[in-house]
């Protein structure tokens, strides 16, 4: 217990060092922050794959290599759960040298195949569908018509809002439509309602970014804040013993 | 009977067919034995031009002299020739002299060199020589005459002469590339050419240049006047060579009127004082003619010839070298040369080396305008065969390097034509702005934790709660005890300061509710990080259960939404009675086997296409289970849109410190986020200040700018 | 023939989104399974790149070398540390906690005064009204998320607490409700471009 605690206090100092040569780039770049910024990388990259080998490669590739006996070996289960992989796996680290490295085109096409239909069938089934119901959804009558006991003021702030997050909406996708018809002189020119459609979308996008810029300095501010009392505990900790 | 393809049309023709039907392209090459008059159609019927005409009569005086060589010939040293079809020496002489009585190849029509005109004037019809031609010619003319008398040669075939030089010697050089033929020994050229030799004298472009005739074997011309043998050129040579040419047949019998035209034409000859050979292509002629091939071709005694002063002049200037008979190993015999030609001579290093093959070995060209002629350059392996195009030799393969070299080169060539801008001096500028800045928030949020304000101090708490986080208090409060939570950890160590702090009321919430936590996360640190909050609140394995880390992003949670307990076989930090087990061994874990089993789904993150990934990968498979997202306040407008639909795919979501701090307040407990609240307020204000004088000072810019371009412009007017 | 695998797998997972049958499902977990497994392959693909650049950055020492000898060394123990006792032993443990997690944390924190400085300079150098509009919502927005400096529960703090949410729960919700469908449409036409082989980002 007393070695773990050293062990701790050892730690706690340090991060506090690497927590004041961090914020040492206040006043410029400089051979401190460089330094902890090197270690950062150095320790990430190392965890992150001694994660990945314990909780994917190990329990996928190796584990069942070696449990597996040889009269189960070349069965329709292991071929697909052992052999196939292996062969993928040992085609993607062809990919190290160029002179290998086109066989390591399947299993990239793999991973690529899949992680685009994931995205797509995410996107249409997740987003695209339920959103533009929601948006279609917002003026239904049952929306807009007053709720039992629902005061004017409060159904009056309804409607319009439900108003103003249809018009941001149909506005900001039309602000992101960039395909326009050719003028009489040439160029390309949008209608007047587009234009001004157009401009109404910027308003809210300046609006939506807006309130994502305010929520990301308060956040950060919290962050700054708990560092800064991570190392006002460290130094009344030393200072007090 | 098979054909014959004619080598100019490549059209049929008869096996026997002397030239072709089409074109007039002789196809059988003319051999030794073949009588003149058996010239091929197309040659026959050419019409002999005036000029023509007059060659072959200014030419009599050289087929006599010829003849008289001939002559002198000894019948045992005269071998015939072994002839085959493809004709050797005396074959290519008959076929000059036919092809030169319809080649224009002389000096054309008008263009006679002065020297020549005069001698034609003179000559007439047939070019009479005069003066000193005449005298030489005569010289000639009687030692032949006298020699012929003492001993009568049997008619000898045209090339026993030619055989006997060549039996003397090993190479014959007829064509040039045979031998090995050097400047000096090149024979000079034919000096004197009478005015009908002129025209004729470049026989054929590929006449051999090389023919030289040895002295001692060179019969004396024997001019025998021809009125209808086409006259031939005096192949009349100074200087003893070593290789004796097999041409100079000379069969041309000159008709007795010509005769005395043939004597002036000597003696004109002796009036040239120049070399011809500054005006004349040195082109020995050598034509054969049909009825003296079967005649002896005495070899011509250069010795016995009386030759014009100017030749002996020549002869004086230039060595004479002895070259033996019996040196057949040489090329040619060494030609005299003046002094002033001499002296132009290219340099030994420069000079060029021509090997001439012998006559056996040379191949009788057999197809186009060359056939029958031996020695002539093969022009197959260079010109006749044609190249198909190599396969893609129209395609420019350029490797990678290559391409890169050309890139660079042609980057350096276009930054020659690009203006260089001056090279501004680099200032250093401070960030004064940053410091003042940074010493402010850190002052601002230092204070209160420094002050440690007591509670009711400082900044006042949150008073009431908001509509979202009743709406999560409620989910939490209603779900039922038995299924435990799922918690997403999908946020970096950096911000563990804000999530730590808004995520831990509600985690603490669940845990205080009796229900177990499931941790995963697609992200490698997530597990550490729930290890670090989770374990401020329970106990690890009693508690909660980490699965572990997800490996692949969106794929990931599709898989694991679709199968989880395929997808995750190990676990974290396992307690120690489940080591080298999976997670899934656990207790909590015993009852779940989709996603619709957990209780709960709770997604913490900071980023938007995790929390995205999430609601589109889980909505699918969760069922009635809520799904509650604890977000950083960033990442919280992109993904209110599917918590505020009528069908919200987000049953709650918690988000910022004053959430979190009223979290805390209605759970009675005091956490990270309520000492956190005064630094946060002053940090908060802070900013606000600083971005309130952002505002004003760019209003200010703003509104200081126009004027001061509309005072400039009053002044200016 | 990589274009056949990706379109072929694709398409085996899109059609698991909208058919329940049980072969397609089936074969849709087994594509996904090694999909997984590699995407952990190509970390560790990823990790040795990070390995040979920096050190060819030592081997010929280039300016930095040191720091980048400094990586390889911290690089290699924290692997080796996690390879052989587990990323759950004491000391990954105390290296994730003590070095990865206050380094990152501060590197946040540093944010904080970068996007301050950012937001003070953003009217005096973009003038023009989205950017007022930009500046003047983060505002009232952190106005409304900040404590407040007289009494909570007072009218003008509520009304500003109600003003902030109605600005971010109304305007910046139908915003980006906006943006994300128009995200969905894109993620959605770059996915499609992907499955019909227009894009071949795994070469030819």
Redesign the interface.
């Given at each position: 217990m007393t070695e773990?605690t050293t062990?701790d206090l050892v730690?706690?100092i340090?991060?506090?060092l690497?927590?004041v040569m961090?914020?040492s780039?206040?006043l410029g770049d400089n051979i401190f922050f460089?330094?902890?910024?090197?270690?950062?990388?150095?320790?990430?990259?190392?965890?992150?794959?001694?994660?990945?080998?314990?909780n994917?490669?190990w329990p996928?590739?190796i584990d069942p290599l070696i449990s597996q006996e040889l009269a189960g070996f070349l069965q329709p289960s292991n071929i697909?759960a052992v052999i196939?992989?292996w062969l993928?796996?040992i085609l993607?680290?062809l990919?190290?040298s160029p002179a290998t490295s086109?066989y390591g085109?399947?299993?990239?096409?793999?991973?690529?195949?899949?992680?685009?239909?994931?995205?797509?069938?995410g996107?249409?089934?997740g987003?695209?569908i339920p959103?533009?119901l929601?948006?279609m959804g917002t003026l239904t009558p049952s929306t807009l018509l007053p709720q039992a006991g629902e005061e004017l003021i409060v159904w009056l702030e309804r409607i319009i809002?439900a108003i103003?997050?249809?018009?941001?909406?149909?506005?900001?996708?039309m602000y992101?439509r960039f395909t326009t018809r050719r003028g009489v002189t040439g160029e390309a020119r949008r209608s007047k309602l587009e234009r001004i459609a157009a401009v109404i979308?910027?308003?809210?996008?300046?609006?939506?970014?807006?309130?994502?810029?305010?929520?990301?300095?308060?956040a950060?501010?919290v962050?700054?804040i708990?560092?800064?009392q991570?190392l006002r505990d460290v130094v009344s900790s030393l200072l007090t013993g | 009977m098979a054909d014959v393809r004619c080598p100019m049309c490549s059209k049929s023709n008869p096996e026997d067919a002397e030239v072709c039907g089409v074109c007039g392209a002789r196809l059988k090459p003319l051999v030794i034995d073949q009588p003149p008059q058996e010239q091929p159609p197309g040659q026959a019927e050419e019409p002999r031009t005036e000029q023509g005409a007059e060659q072959e009569e200014g030419l009599d005086w050289l087929g006599r002299i010829r003849t008289e060589a001939e002559s002198e010939v000894p019948d045992d040293e005269i071998e015939p020739e072994e002839t085959t079809d493809e004709a050797v020496s005396p074959d290519w002489l008959g076929r000059l002299r036919e092809v030169d009585i319809t080649a224009d190849e002389g000096p054309p029509d008008g263009e006679v060199p002065d020297w020549l005109s005069a001698f034609s004037e003179d000559v007439g019809e047939v070019g009479e020589p005069e003066g000193e031609e005449q005298e030489w010619l005569d010289r000639i003319r009687e030692k032949k005459e006298t020699e012929a008398a003492e001993g009568e040669k049997e008619a000898e075939p045209v090339d026993d002469w030619l055989a006997r030089l060549r039996e003397d010697e090993e190479l014959v050089p007829e064509s040039l590339g045979a031998d090995e033929i050097t400047p000096e020994e090149f024979p000079l050229p034919a000096e004197i050419p009478a005015e009908e030799e002129v025209e004729e004298q470049v026989i054929s472009p590929i006449e051999p240049m090389d023919i030289s005739i040895e002295p001692s074997e060179a019969a004396p011309l024997e001019v025998v006047e021809d009125e209808e043998a086409p006259p031939k050129p005096i192949d009349v040579l100074p200087e003893p060579t070593e290789v004796a040419p097999p041409a100079v047949p000379s069969d041309v019998e000159l008709p007795s009127e010509v005769e005395g035209e043939v004597e002036e034409v000597d003696a004109r000859v002796d009036e040239f004082e120049t070399p011809i050979e500054d005006e004349l292509p040195h082109v020995p002629a050598l034509i054969l003619d049909e009825e003296a091939i079967g005649e002896q071709t005495p070899d011509l005694d250069l010795d016995s010839i009386q030759l014009p002063g100017w030749l002996n002049e020549l002869r004086e200037t230039t060595p004479q070298e002895e070259v033996p008979a019996e040196d057949v190993s040489q090329d040619l015999a060494p030609a005299t040369l003046p002094s002033w030609l001499e002296a132009m001579r290219p340099v030994e290093t420069f000079r060029s080396v021509v090997e001439i093959e012998s006559m056996d070995e040379q191949v009788v060209e057999s197809a186009g305008p060359l056939a029958g002629l031996q020695g002539v350059l093969m022009a197959e392996p260079v010109v006749a065969i044609p190249r198909s195009a190599t396969v893609g030799a129209a395609r420019l393969e350029v490797t990678e390097r290559q391409y890169a070299q050309a890139e660079l080169l042609h980057r350096i060539v276009e930054e020659e034509d690009q203006e260089r801008p001056a090279a501004t001096v680099r200032r250093i500028r401070l960030p004064f702005?940053?410091w003042v800045?940074?010493f402010l928030?850190v002052i601002a949020v230092l204070l209160p934790t420094v002050l440690s304000f007591k509670n009711g101090e400082g900044?006042?708490?949150?008073?009431?709660m908001?509509?979202d986080l009743g709406t999560l208090f409620s989910v939490v409060e209603e779900i039922p005890p038995e299924r435990p939570v799922l918690t997403v950890f999908d946020y970096?160590?950096?911000?563990?300061?804000e999530l730590n702090t808004v995520a831990g009321p509600l985690l603490e919430h669940i845990i205080l509710r009796g229900l177990k936590v499931v941790t995963v996360s697609t992200q490698p640190?997530g597990?550490?990080l729930a290890?670090?909050l989770l374990s401020r609140v329970g106990v690890n394995g009693e508690n909660y259960v980490h699965l572990g880390y997800?490996?692949?992003?969106s794929?990931?949670v599709?898989?694991f939404t679709?199968?989880p307990r395929?997808?995750i076989s190990m676990g974290?930090?396992?307690p120690d009675d489940m080591q080298s087990q999976s997670g899934w061994q656990s207790p909590i874990l015993q009852d779940v086997l989709q996603l619709s089993d957990f209780s709960l789904i709770v997604v913490i993150t900071a980023s938007t296409d995790s929390a995205?990934a999430w609601v589109e990968q889980a909505y699918?498979w969760k069922g009635e289970t809520p799904l509650v997202m604890v977000l950083s306040?960033g990442t919280?407008?992109?993904i209110?849109?599917y918590y505020?639909a009528l069908e919200p795919q987000v049953d709650g979501i918690l988000t910022?410190l004053?959430a979190a701090v009223t979290y805390e307040q209605y759970l009675g407990r005091s956490g990270d986020a309520l000492a956190l609240?005064n630094a946060?307020?002053a940090?908060?204000?802070t900013?606000?200040l600083?971005?309130?004088?952002?505002?004003i000072?760019?209003?200010a810019?703003?509104l200081a700018r126009p004027r001061t371009v509309e005072t400039r412009s009053e002044h200016n007017d | 023939?990589?274009?056949a695998?990706?379109?072929?797998?694709?398409?085996?997972?899109?059609l698991?989104?909208?058919i329940d049958y049980e072969i397609i499902?089936t074969l849709?977990?087994?594509?996904?399974?090694?999909?997984?497994?590699?995407?952990?392959?190509?970390?560790?693909?990823g990790?040795?790149n990070?390995l040979t650049v920096h050190w060819s950055k030592v081997s010929e020492q280039e300016k930095?070398w040191p720091?980048?000898a400094?990586?390889?060394?911290?690089?290699?123990?924290?692997?080796?540390?996690?390879?052989v006792f587990?990323?759950?032993n004491?000391i990954?443990?105390?290296?994730?906690?003590?070095?990865?997690?206050?380094?990152?944390?501060?590197?946040?924190?540093?944010?904080?005064?970068?996007?301050?400085?950012a937001?003070?300079?953003?009217?005096?150098?973009r003038?023009d009204p989205?950017?007022?509009?930009?500046?003047?919502?983060?505002?009232f927005?952190?106005?409304g998320?900040?404590?407040?400096?007289?009494?909570?529960?007072s009218d003008a703090y509520i009304l500003l607490r109600q003003l902030r949410?109605?600005?971010?729960?109304?305007?910046?919700?139908?915003?980006?409700?906006?943006?994300?469908?128009?995200?969905?449409?894109g993620?959605?036409l770059?996915?499609?471009r992907?499955?019909l082989a227009v894009d071949r980002?795994?070469?030819?």
């Open positions: 773990f062990l730690g706690t340090t991060a506090a690497l927590t961090v914020l780039y206040l460089r330094f902890a910024v090197y270690l950062f990388i150095g320790v990430t990259a190392g965890y992150a794959g001694s994660i990945a080998w314990h994917v490669i996928g590739l697909v196939v992989p993928l796996t993607l680290l990919k190290v086109r085109g399947l299993p990239l096409a793999l991973l690529v195949g899949v992680g685009a239909a994931v995205v797509v069938g996107a249409i089934s987003t695209l959103q533009s929601a948006a809002s103003i997050m249809l018009l941001a909406t149909i506005t900001i996708l992101f979308g910027q308003v809210f996008i300046a609006i939506t970014f807006g309130v994502m810029y305010a929520g990301a300095l308060a950060t501010v962050i700054l708990e560092r800064i991570f | 702005l940053r800045i940074g928030l900044f006042p708490l949150p008073s009431y908001p509509r970096t160590p950096g911000y563990a300061g640190t597990s550490p290890e670090g997800l490996s692949g992003g794929t990931a599709q898989l679709a199968a395929e997808t974290f930090l396992l995205r699918p306040v919280e407008p992109l209110r849109p505020e910022g004053p609240w946060f307020g940090g908060m204000l900013v606000e600083i971005l309130l004088a952002g505002v000072y760019g209003a810019i703003w | 023939m990589w274009a695998a990706a379109v072929g797998s694709g398409i085996f997972v899109l698991g989104y909208f499902l849709r977990l087994i594509l996904m399974r090694w999909s997984v497994l590699l995407a952990a392959v190509a970390l560790f693909l990790l040795f990070l930095g720091f980048s400094l990586l390889i060394l911290v690089f290699l123990v924290t692997l080796i540390m996690g390879l587990g990323p759950d004491q990954s443990l105390l290296l994730f906690n003590y070095i990865q997690l206050p380094i990152e944390a501060s590197l946040m924190a540093l944010l904080a005064v970068f996007l301050a400085v937001g003070f300079r953003l009217v005096s150098r003038r989205f950017s007022l509009i930009f500046v003047v919502v983060a505002l927005v952190l106005l998320t900040g404590p407040s400096l007289g009494a909570s529960d949410n109605w600005i971010a729960q109304v305007w910046a919700s139908g915003g980006a409700r906006g943006i994300l469908l128009g995200v969905a449409l993620a959605g770059t996915g499609l992907v499955l980002p795994y070469g030819d």
